[in-house]
């Protein structure tokens, strides 16, 4: 048994990152490690916080210890919270990667637990280079990657980022498992009547927070087509803007567009994801940038088909004309597979498809591929 610990976001705080660390947890606890996750008592500032909490509505999950102790703008808490780690001589400590702003904080943490000369620290790399890039980007990141034993990644494209901050890293690719805490599909009558959408209609979902590199413009580019148009599908929007919504509402109505496209500007509570995902025909991400994708993986739980983009990680994640489409980062091309899906039907053959897909996503696998990873540095 090893003793590991998990630096994070984890409840009370949202959001895809801190659903994953638990649900690393569980699984990690489930091999018969002791797991305890790190999180956040300060995350962000709020002047750097786009959205409108930062917080879950959701219960705490029962069966996982968090420490709620990083303060990611001090210092002093970084050495003292590096300190009290390093003394508790963790096996292994997973360190999960983000975003370049909390890269002094990560990185001056793992320094310290290093000392003991014991510990092993893996960062888990959602991201090496950023989205939506800014000045500064590289330096910090240079200095957390060379604060980590190794890496796991869940795309070859982070991998293939992280290569140009090391030239040959210690890394584990392991695609992103399953979100299996959201529950199980409903009835497509049940949510959308639960979502006030006719039982008839041809639904598409875009959902997460809203950010230019997700290619929402695009997608409702696509919906004006005039072959779209001729099919009146309902594109859902669920999931919280972090930039300027307006931009988005003037669109719709530039394109005329207002009777085909429902917002819900809101986070989604885990309880409510179902909902959505189980009303939905196709999941749609259109997005111009990417590694992988949490969202792709609600879609593999609950059976639904997928159209993404040809970018990051995500074609290797969906398996075109199997799973769905995988398509070039432009507005026609979107067009033309919405048109092909529905007008030839295509739902329940790619959703046969995404079951059989998704038997690569395994959390049990995941963990073994860790452990053996950690046990060979």
């Known amino acids: 048994m090893l003793k590991i610990k998990i630096i994070g976001p984890a409840f009370p705080l949202r959001g895809g990152i801190a659903a994953f660390n638990e649900r690393l947890a569980l699984a990690l606890q489930n091999k018969g490690h002791s797991v305890e996750i790190i999180s956040f ?62 890269a002094p904080c ?3 943490i793992a320094r310290v637990i290093k000392t003991n000369h014991k510990t092993k620290v893996i960062a888990l790399a959602d991201n090496i280079i950023p989205h939506e890039k800014r000045m ?13 034993h190794a890496f796991i990644v869940m795309s070859r494209s982070v991998e ?17 498992p399953l979100y299996e805490q959201y529950g199980t599909k409903v009835k497509t009558s049940m949510a959308r009547k639960k979502l006030n959408i006719y039982e008839n209609e041809r639904v598409i979902l875009f959902f997460g927070f809203i950010r230019s590199y997700k290619g929402l413009d695009l997608l409702l580019e696509a919906m004006s087509n005039e072959q779209v148009r001729k ?23 530039a394109l005329s567009l207002k009777n085909n496209v429902i917002f819900f500007n809101e986070f989604i509570p885990d309880e409510e ?18 590694t992988q994708s949490g969202v792709t993986q609600i879609a593999y739980q609950f059976d639904v088909p997928m159209l993404v ?25 979107i067009a033309k597979s919405l048109c092909d899906f529905f007008i030839h039907n295509r739902k329940e053959q790619f959703s046969e498809g995404v079951k059989k897909e998704k038997n690569r996503f395994s959390w049990k696998k995941m963990t073994e591929e860790i452990i053996n990873f950690y046990s060979n540095l």
């Open 273 to 290: 994801v179902k909902y959505f995902f189980s009303a939905a025909d196709l999941v749609v991400q259109p997005y111009k940038t990417a």
């Open 106 to 108: 990560l990185g001056t």
């Open 160 to 176: 293939d980022d992280l290569r140009k901050f090391l030239k040959q890293p210690k890394a584990l690719f392991h695609q992103h």
């Open 136 to 148: 500064g980007d590289q330096l910090l990141t240079r200095y957390f990657v060379k604060s980590c």
């Open 231 to 253: 099919l009146n599908i309902k594109l859902i929007v669920a999931g919280e803007f972090y930039e300027d919504e307006l931009k988005y509402r003037n669109l719709v109505e």
């Open 309 to 333: 983009t040809h970018v990051g990680g995500l074609p290797e994640m969906v398996t075109h004309l199997t799973s769905g489409y995988v398509v070039e980062v432009n507005p026609d091309m």
């Open 41 to 102: 008592s300060l995350q962000y500032p709020h002047f750097l916080f786009p959205g409108k909490t930062q917080y879950s509505s959701s219960k705490a999950p029962s069966n996982i210890i968090i420490h709620t102790k990083i303060n990611s703008i001090n210092p002093f808490n970084w050495l003292l919270t590096g300190l009290k780690i390093k003394s508790e001589n963790p096996d292994l400590v997973i360190v999960r990667y983000w975003l370049p702003f909390m």
